[in-house]
T-cell receptor, first 115, second 114 residues
Framework: AQKVTQAQTEISVVEKEDVTLDCVYETRDTTYYLFWYKQPPSGELVFLIRRNSFDEQNEISGRYSWNFQKSTSSFNFTITASQVVDSAVYFCALIRTGTASKLTFGTGTRLQVTL | DAGITQSPRHKVTETGTPVTLRCHQTENHRYMYWYRQDPGHGLRLIHYSYGVKDTDKGEVSDGYSVSRSKTEDFLLTLESATSSQTSVYFC?????????????FGSGTQLSVL
């Protein structure tokens, strides 16, 4: 069975602070993909990143960065210099490769960025 | 734009009535999915389809049925709606590229069962 845990239910930061959203996963598979999605107040789900289990390189995209550590089964997401527009619910998810892309989601972390 | 349209966007219905939600895609993707989103649960898979007339159950399929008679349309039916099925329903497609697969979601349907 697969499981994704996002222990932080809600996080509040002041604009320009850095913030890290934690994601811990469980799987018996050796090949899998990890994802992060953003759900802004408007409700849509926006794809942010996909990471293959064979690729442990960290990735940076503008103010966003992701730290994938297989040894601790974690795929954490950091927003640098947060902005009010970053306020959203963020979901971490896991796909077992070869299973019709059936995503297992975490319960989400609500990020509130205030001025 | 993934070309995914969900209808209706909002629906209020009464317990015991049948409800059908529609997902329409314009890009000929093979795999389509229905998820529900509830507080404290994230998103959970209801049913998915891997081709016309090919469907399978997800983790929370009880009380739901699906049909896919055309590649572009994936219907979710609540045969007799219950209050526990009040939720936000998302349709998704699987998009493949050289970098692997990712799920892209529709805008969601807010369903309230009174």
């Amino acid at each position: 069975a697969q499981k994704v845990t996002q222990a932080q239910t809600e996080i509040s930061v002041v604009e320009k602070e850095d913030v890290t959203l934690d994601c811990v996963y469980e799987t018996r598979d050796t090949t899998y993909y990890l994802f992060w999605y953003k759900q802004p107040p408007s409700g849509e789900l926006v794809f942010l990143i996909r990471r293959n289990s064979f690729d442990e390189q960290n990735e940076i995209s503008g103010r966003y960065s992701w730290n994938f550590q297989k040894s601790t089964s974690s795929f954490n997401f950091t927003i640098t210099a947060s902005q009010v527009v970053d306020s959203a619910v963020y979901f971490c998810a896991l796909i077992r490769t070869g299973t019709a892309s059936k995503l297992t989601f975490g319960t989400g972390t609500r990020l509130q960025v205030t001025l | 734009d993934a070309g995914i349209t969900q209808s209706p966007r909002h629906k209020v219905t009464e317990t015991g009535t049948p409800v059908t939600l529609r997902c329409h895609q314009t890009e000929n993707h093979r795999y389509m999915y229905w998820y529900r989103q509830d507080p404290g649960h994230g998103l959970r898979l209801i049913h998915y389809s891997y081709g016309v007339k090919d469907t399978d159950k997800g983790e929370v399929s009880d009380g739901y049925s699906v049909s896919r008679s055309k590649t572009e349309d994936f219907l979710l039916t609540l045969e007799s709606a219950t209050s526990s099925q009040t939720s936000v329903y998302f349709c998704a497609i699987s998009e493949s590229s050289g970098l692997g697969e990712k799920l892209l979601f529709g805008s969601g349907t807010q369903l309230s069962v009174l």
